[in-house]
Nanobody, 115 residues
Framework: QVQLVESGGGLVQPGGSLRLSCAAS????????MGWYRQAPGKQRELVAI???????NSADSVKGRFTISRDNAKNTAYLQMNSLRPEDTAVYYC?????????WGQGTQVTVSS
């Protein structure tokens, strides 16, 4: 059973930065893709960024130029570097991974952007 554990969330002022980590319990080489979703109160979960096994990445227009997704296969970990954070980035951020027809989710980590 694959487990994904997120860390790195917290409270940050507008304009600040955070780096989220998503550690997998096993090798991430078997994952077709890893990514991050977020869900703000009263809103639907939305895709933030995704990276495939070849390292190609894409992100939502709302975070382009501010957020960067990466993965370290040796550490079985994916990252989301978030810069120039805005209050509207406040949400619970969820890591996910796909392997064939299987989807795996982390438990989520809260990111709050507020002065």
């Amino acid at each position: 059973q694959v487990q994904l554990v997120e860390s790195g969330g917290g409270l940050v002022q507008p304009g600040g930065s955070l780096r989220l980590s998503c550690a997998a319990s096993g090798s991430i080489l078997s994952f077709n893709a890893m990514g991050w979703y977020r869900q703000a109160p009263g809103k639907q979960r939305e895709l933030v960024a995704i990276i495939n096994s070849g390292g190609s990445a894409n992100s939502a227009d709302s975070v382009k130029g501010r957020f960067t997704i990466s993965r370290d296969n040796a550490k079985n970990t994916a990252y989301l570097q978030m810069n120039s954070l805005r209050p509207e980035d406040t949400a619970v951020y969820y890591c996910y991974a796909t392997s064939g027809s299987f989807f795996y989710w982390g438990q989520g980590t809260q990111v709050t952007v507020s002065s």
